[in-house]
């Protein structure tokens, strides 16, 4: 046997095994063995490295990161999925399906795996891009994350040229083992395997994605070339067939009833899972009847999500901590006894502030409602009062601040109190956090301990200080290590070069957010043209009000601060503008965004109207040119009828935007 076939009988095997291992969950060597095949794979392709091909298993991780995403127009729209959450709205949406196709119809029942949508194409069996979902129409080109991924194929089992539907996600062990990871680290944790997986497969670097353990499931096939395929069933085992991994449950069913009953066994058992799901996908199963239905603008009218109702808890309130946030806000955090909500253990949740504590009568030793908002967050609802015993305790907010014993102040028109320290420990500590957060500077590696550890041994005093660590002085700390070391000073380095927009975000001015930021860049274009603005030019842009205004003025006339941006000067951080604007087709307009837009989220549809030239404001008024609004909208959306403001949906501000009108 010649060197070429033993390096395709090799590739072969290895991928054979790949497919048992991380399709199937049935392996067929141990990974002992699996690992001597690489290795050997490895060198003979070092000795002969003309004879290395693309889809050869050593070339899923590229050596180099890119420089940026590109942008990729799906073929076929990515389209939202409608909701319901009770079986009233599923018989409903049953009644209305079969009106439309004109007879009984069969159901495939999938899990919704809560991870990342993406588009992949596939071209004579070779996988050609992988793309996020981002609008529905354009998504990110994240090829070579995608690839990194071993239960994807690099090759198809069959020759196809196709286009496919699917989920990243990451397994709760990854998910588990990676923030144990970056604890260790002193590095921030993730909230839950979602946001981790979509932060893995954003990374320019795909030696990031491939350490963390992703996985991926196909869920639908919107092209195929050279095939026919008459229903979805038949399509996800061709997928199968085809080497792609699909969802374990597909159960075909012939009434929404029986639907309905897979819905509430998996919400039952859903934490038992390997893998976080939000929800049951029900769609028709014949094609025929899918494209007889077709779709609104904004979500097909063949398929439907049961969504999970929030998991509601009680247990008992221990004691209140109160934390001091970047803005010198005191937060007041539920100590309670450990329970467990959506499949994670919680023993604190947020109580938000003092007047809601007060309202809702909440007290030391009560047991109390606790769930996690929108799946995410905990957050304490109010008292379970038939189970008060009469030895609770009101509670009593602090007068003082509990890290430097500050008498603490409220003003008129807030709820919350504040420690008015400019030097408090607790205060500086959590501008650093916010200033390499991911919707500010994104400096990752540097996380809550690691700054915690630089602060108690002097190693920075403000923000600007990250700039002029060493690699000596961060080896000196406790629990780092040269890796975390060098990759939190690569990540400081590669900070210099954010936008504008990043920049102003990070240096927390009250008042001023990330939205508020961006078009504060877009207005000024630099930090120094910024910091001179009187009030009248301030109050001038779109958004910035007199309260705001002074805020900013107030801001950049400390002496302090002036002296965080001179250092930040000296350091190479970059003080200009990227401009990001695709167009101008929304240039002079004025939107609110509200309610739950389908697939995005209402930070990414700000993004898309600032993009091409539009502004977005917080509240509703005559100025208002557009109420862009989702599910659940609101009093927002009465106010813009009543006062007889446009309301659209995601699909007529794409329509806007393409239209120029």
Known sequence: MDIREHLIRLRTDINRHDYNYHVLDAPLIPDSEYDKLMIELRALEAEHPELITADSPTQRVAPQPLSAFESVRHNVPLLSLSNAYNLAELQDYDRRAREGYGGCVAYVVELKIDGLAVALRYENGEMVQGATRGDGEVGEDITQN??????????????????????????????????????????????NPRNAAAGSLRQLDPRIAASRKLDLVVYSLARIDGAQVTSHSDALELLRESGLKVSPLRQVVNTIEEAYAICLKYQADRHNLPFEIDGIVIKINDYDGQRQLGATAKSPRWAIAYKFPAEVVTTRLLGVEITVGRTASLNPTAILVPVTIAGTIVSRASLHNADLIGAKDIRIGDYVYVQKAGDVIPEVIGPVLERRTGEEVPYQFPTSCPECGTHVERRVEEVAWRCPNALCPALQREKIIYFVSRGAMDIEGV???????????????????????????????????????????AAIERSKSQSLERLITALGIPFVGEKVAFTLSREFKNLDILMSAIFEELTAVPEVGEKMAESIIGFFASEENRSVVEKLRSAGVNFTYHSQVQGTALSGKTFVITGTLPGISREEAAEMVLAHGGTVVGSVSRKTDYLLAGEKAGGKLDKAQGLGIPVIDLDELRRIIVDGK
């Open 447 to 489: 996380g809550e301990a690691l700054v915690s550890a630089m602060l108690q041994h002097g190693l920075v005093r403000d923000a600007a200080d990250l700039y002029y660590l060493t690699e000596e002085q961060l080896l000196s700390l406790p629990r780092t290590g040269k890796r975390s070391v060098a990759n939190a000073l």
């Open 146 to 191: 995608l690839r990194t991924i071993h239960s994807l194929p690099l090759t198809l089992r069959r020759p196809l040229s196709l286009e496919v539907r699917g989920e990243a996600y990451m397994p709760r062990a990854a998910f588990t083992n990676l923030n144990i990871e970056r604890e260790q680290n002193g590095q921030q944790v993730f909230a």
